[in-house]
């Protein structure tokens, strides 16, 4: 009788508690508290990376040399999303000057592979692993062009903690040791990745201290020689002649000629915060179109996990993604009408064939006449952020591993299409769609909040989500990236496959059953399961107060922290 008295009344001797708790029970999904800090925070998929990126801050590093400190590590510790084999886009808000910078750092395809050869030689579609995917890798020359404008450290200090783990190891983390071990089948027929990711003959497994040397030196030649030296000297002739000898196209001459783009963010205004995202070829405005039909509608009555925001959602994507299907591609090579795609007059258009009772089954593009990566963010002291996303694309990438460097070369090539008359249909020295886009948003000018979603065709459906948790669900920067997430798969697609059949509405965990009922009566075919939901990392500054808010994905290896 006394232990229940003493229950009953600790609510009332401790209010605070009980509100603590009803902040993470009082919802279907768990939660943690935001990580808070004055002078500077970064939110990586991995802990050490993170650590990496506060031991640059604490050395007077700005974001931007935290970031690509960070990157270098990820590189190393989690091979099977990102590596300097792969492509990298950034938003950089500068401090000094108050703007938004926009980094197309994505490569392009050989010069001398042309669509004529995969046809006579019977391909139907470019295929996802061996030579012929392989675009040129842009993160390297992504690394020194933020650099060379917004870094304050030297090269060497930023790659130094990569090359001293790659050279003494760490310790596999749970979800990375689950990726490689599914890695090892598809990718061990191709030449050095036995070499480099299974020294033992086996992948390593959770809590094994991995090394990869030959990264480290791949990194130490960077750190000494620069950005050429990964696309004029000893590795990028180890790139082609590798390549070559493998079946492959891309060559010397494509690695030397590379450059990455700056270019200007595109944003949209939802309820009073500009969303801001990168042009084309990636998809970021997808995002956008998906907000500006969501504005029409109120959102914050329909409530969160509702029958009625979930299905308008969906509509709204499948809009969105029908677009994204017939326009979005390189703009060096078709006239993508992005101003009129984020236009508000033209999310009105859209937003007139939503049935608010029915699922679509397919609608058709409007009328324009008249996948696994990282995410990173930080910010600094200074008041300068960066969100930072990277890839190999499907994973590790391509399986393509050039001898002794100690990387995989991504295989973004098989987003091409090889259908004709389509802006992504396969060209040489083309950009390839691409799926990775970091976010940013701002408030009356003022930087407001960094973020990102990783995952393939989920970017975008995950970037929506992340705003509307937060402007109109009211959710905290933590919650809004915990928050089970909503994912629909099925779309027509920029290589070319057109939905005829409405898709499939992929429900995490926390969605009640009498939803998933109404839903399914609605004509969507709903499916349980526990992904792909992609991952979140997030930080906030907080005008009044002068702080930082940073938060990461629960549902992976991630850490936000600050100082």
């Not at 300097?84 to 980094?103: M, P, R, V």
């Not at 993160?139 to 930023?158: I, K, P």
């Not at 060209?427 to 000018?445: A, L, N, V, W, Y």
């Amino acid at each position: 009788m006394q232990k229940k008295c003493i229950l009953f009344i600790l609510p009332l001797l401790f209010p605070v508690l009980l509100i603590a708790q009803d902040r993470i029970t009082g919802h279907n999904f768990a939660t943690r508290s935001e990580v808070i800090a004055q002078n500077g925070m970064a939110a990586t998929s991995h802990p050490l990376a993170t650590q990496v990126a506060l031991d640059i801050l604490k050395q007077g590093g700005s974001a931007v040399d935290a970031a690509i400190a960070a990157n270098a590590t990820l590189g190393l510790m989690e091979p099977t999303g990102c590596g300097i084999g792969g492509d990298l886009f950034a938003i950089i808000w500068d401090a000094e000057t108050e703007q938004l910078y926009g980094l197309n750092a994505s490569g392009r395809s050989a010069k001398n592979l042309t669509r004529e050869y995969f046809l006579e030689n019977g391909y139907e579609k470019i295929p996802s692993f061996g030579p012929l995917p392989v675009s040129v890798p842009g993160a390297v020359d992504g690394w020194f062009e933020m650099h060379g404008r917004f870094g304050n450290l030297e090269m060497e200090t930023l790659l130094q903690p990569a090359i001293n783990y790659a050279s003494t190891g760490f310790p596999v983390t749970e979800v990375i040791a689950f990726y490689l071990g599914r890695s090892a089948s598809r990718f061990s027929q191709y030449p050095n990745f036995t070499e480099t990711y299974m020294p033992n003959g086996k992948m390593p497994a959770k809590g094994e201290i991995f090394r990869n040397p030959d990264l480290a030196n791949t990194y130490t030649i960077l750190a000494k020689e620069g950005r050429d030296a990964f696309y004029k000297g000893t590795i990028a002739r180890t790139i082609a002649q590798y390549l070559k000898e493998n079946g492959g196209f891309l060559s010397y001459d494509d690695l030397a000629s590379h450059q990455s783009s700056w270019v200007e963010p595109v944003s949209a205004n939802y309820r009073g915060y500009d969303v801001w995202e990168l042009p084309p070829n990636g998809q970021g405005i997808a995002a956008l179109q998906m907000l500006n039909i969501l504005e029409g509608y109120d959102i914050a009555s329909m409530g969160f996990g509702s029958t009625e925001y979930i299905h308008h959602f969906t509509e709204a994507k499948k809009l969105a993604y029908e677009d994204r299907a017939a326009y979005y591609a390189d703009m060096d090579f078709v006239e993508v009408p992005v101003d009129k795609l984020v236009s508000k007059e033209y999310a009105n258009q859209r937003r007139e064939l939503i049935n608010p009772d029915r699922a679509a089954r397919r609608y058709e593009a409007g009328d324009m006449s008249g996948p696994n990566t990282i995410y990173l963010t930080v910010a600094d002291k200074d008041g300068n952020m960066v969100s930072l996303i990277q890839s190999n694309y499907r994973g590790m990438g391509s399986g393509m591993t050039p001898t002794g460097l100690g990387f995989m070369l991504q295989d973004r090539g098989e987003s091409f299409t090889l259908k004709t008359g389509k802006p992504n249909t396969y060209e040489p020295g083309k950009r390839p769609f691409h799926t990775i886009i970091p976010g940013f948003i701002t408030k009356d000018g003022k930087p407001y909040m960094s973020f990102g979603v990783m995952g393939g065709d989920m970017q975008p459906q995950g970037h929506a989500q992340i705003v509307i948790n937060m402007i109109d669900f009211g959710m905290n920067l933590q919650e809004a990236g915990d928050a089970p997430r909503i994912y629909h798969s099925g779309s027509s697609e920029p290589t070319g496959e057109i939905m005829t059949d409405g898709g499939t509405l992929m429900l995490e965990s926390g969605f009640d059953y009498k939803t998933i009922r109404e839903l399914v009566l609605k004509g969507h075919t709903v499916q349980w399961t526990v992904g792909p939901y992609g991952g979140y990392q997030a930080i906030k500054w907080d005008e009044v107060n002068k702080v930082w808010f940073g938060a990461s994905e629960s549902r992976k290896d991630g850490q936000a922290a600050g100082y």
